[in-house]
């Protein structure tokens, strides 16, 4: 499958997820790219995951804005370079909101636990207390 016709394919799927939603490609670009962070976030939890999360989204909105205009190129009906850019600024705004915010909604870590006796322990010393 060359470039052109997997462009050609993205444009399909994505008419058809615009006819199917009701939604704009603008909203589209939203929902898709805080769907792919927070599912990138929910399953990298450690160190760095709310980078990464960010990276994945980056990544498809570049890559999806490098299809469109690849099909446009292949359809004849190049669109201006603003255009991609506030596609890619639909896509990038949330996430990135969510990066620079993510530490304060991250738990603090916990302090050790004090080292607690063991439950045969505990029994014991309540037997010989009673």
Request: glycine content about 8%; cysteine-free; proline content about 11%.
């Given at each position: 499958m060359t470039l052109i016709e997997l462009a050609s394919l993205f444009e399909a799927r994505k008419l058809s997820v615009i006819e199917a939603t009701g939604l704009d490609k603008d909203a589209l670009h939203i929902y898709f790219g805080m769907a792919l962070f927070l599912v990138i976030r929910l399953v990298w939890r450690g160190r760095g995951g709310w980078v990464a999360a960010w990276l994945a989204v980056l990544a498809m909105a570049c890559g999806?804005?490098?299809?469109?205009?690849?099909?446009?190129?292949?359809?004849?009906?190049?669109?201006?370079?603003?255009?991609?850019?506030?596609?890619i600024w639909n896509t990038m705004f949330w996430p990135t909101v969510l990066l620079f915010v993510g530490r304060w909604?991250?738990?603090?870590?916990?302090?050790?636990?004090?080292?607690?006796?063991?439950?045969?322990?505990y029994a014991?010393?309540?037997?010989?207390q009673a």
């Open positions: 999806g804005e490098l299809l469109d205009m690849t099909a446009e190129y292949g359809g004849s009906a190049i669109q201006p370079d603003a255009a991609h850019w506030h596609d909604l991250q738990p603090a870590p916990k302090a050790p636990a004090e080292a607690k006796p063991e439950l045969g322990e014991e010393s309540r037997l010989e």
